[in-house]
């Protein structure tokens, strides 16, 4: 056996170390995934059981504002919005004819100077990002997973 065979043997062994490591890695992240995603269907079906009341009185619960209207929307979206006219819970439909907050921005932002038009889509993406980070705190609040909540803002569900 030359010096060349030695080395291939010792760094197939090295290599066959690392992959069994790797693996063991993986098999960790997939059975974290598959308890999370377990968790995520349990959330789901307690929320999809709650009764009507039980969503009004959670979101009458937060907080006056733009975040309960949105979160009043999301909900109703997710629980109510499905259900056939006949059988309708009409226990959130006051959030929903209520104006929704926007950034006030100037109507002409794009014939602005391209420097403020910059500073004024700072402004709006700082007050987005606080929106949804709201909104999130508050399906939380609701009973949301935090990765539900954070999927339901995103848009990711």
Same mark, same amino acid.
């Given at each position: ?44 079906? #307690?929320?999809? /059981?709650? *009764?009507? +009341? ?5 979101? @009458?619960?937060?907080?006056?504002? &733009? ?26 439909? #006051?959030?929903? /004819?209520? *104006?929704? +907050? ?5 109507? @002409?932002?794009?014939?602005?100077? &391209? ?29 949301? /997973? ?12």
């Amino acid at each position: 056996m030359n010096l060349m065979d030695n080395i291939s043997r010792t760094g197939a062994a090295l290599l066959t170390r690392k992959n069994l490591e790797k693996k063991k890695q993986l098999n960790l992240l997939e059975e974290e995934d598959r308890i999370l995603c377990e968790k995520e269907s349990i959330t789901r079906k #307690e929320l999809r /059981s709650l *009764p009507p +009341e039980t969503w009004a009185e959670r979101v @009458n619960a937060l907080p006056d504002g &733009e975040t309960k209207n949105r979160a009043a929307c999301v909900v109703w979206w997710d629980f109510f919005g499905g259900r056939d006219a006949t059988d309708a819970w009409p226990h959130l439909n #006051e959030y929903l /004819s209520r *104006p929704m +907050e926007v950034f006030d921005a100037p109507a @002409n932002l794009h014939n602005l100077p &391209e420097a403020e038009q910059e500073e004024w889509n700072e402004k709006i993406s700082a007050w987005e990002k606080e929106q949804n980070w709201l909104l999130t705190l508050a399906l939380h609040q609701l009973g949301y /997973s935090p990765y539900m909540a954070h999927g339901r803002v995103k848009g990711d569900e």
